[in-house]
Nanobody, 121 residues
Framework: EVQLVESGGGLVQAGGSLRLSCAASGFSLDDYSVGWFRQAPGKEREKVSCISTYHNTTYYVDSVKGRFAISSDKKKNTVYLQMNGLKPEDTAIYYC??????????????WGQGTQVTVSS
């Protein structure tokens, strides 16, 4: 059974940092790429970042480039999203999911339950 479990969300002041974790089970990170999406209240879900360990590629939406960094630990089968320089507009529920990851990022199939990130001004 494929499962994705996010953790690491919380409340942080603007300019602060958080690291989100997405623990995957039921598949290897070389089998599926994993990405992060976010959804703020009243807004559509948007892509944030993804990583393909098989192709050694990453993708970032323009609004997080230079502030967020995605990485993976194959031994732990976990993907991380290091978020620095957080802004109030980064406030959202963050979801990890299996994705197609390359020059762009597309939804695949499996989703985690989400973790809340709140950035205060």
């Amino acid at each position: 059974e494929v499962q994705l479990v996010e953790s690491g969300g919380g409340l942080v002041q603007a300019g602060g940092s958080l690291r989100l974790s997405c623990a995957a089970s039921g598949f290897s990170l070389d089998d599926y790429s994993v990405g992060w999406f976010r959804q703020a209240p009243g807004k559509e879900r948007e892509k944030v970042s993804c990583i393909s360990t098989y192709h050694n590629t990453t993708y970032y939406v323009d609004s997080v480039k230079g502030r967020f960094a995605i990485s993976s630990d194959k031994k732990k089968n976990t993907v991380y999203l290091q978020m620095n320089g957080l802004k109030p507009e980064d406030t959202a529920i963050y979801y990890c999911a299996t994705v197609y990851c390359g020059l762009a990022m597309f939804e695949h199939r499996y989703w985690g339950q989400g973790t809340q990130v709140t950035v205060s001004s």
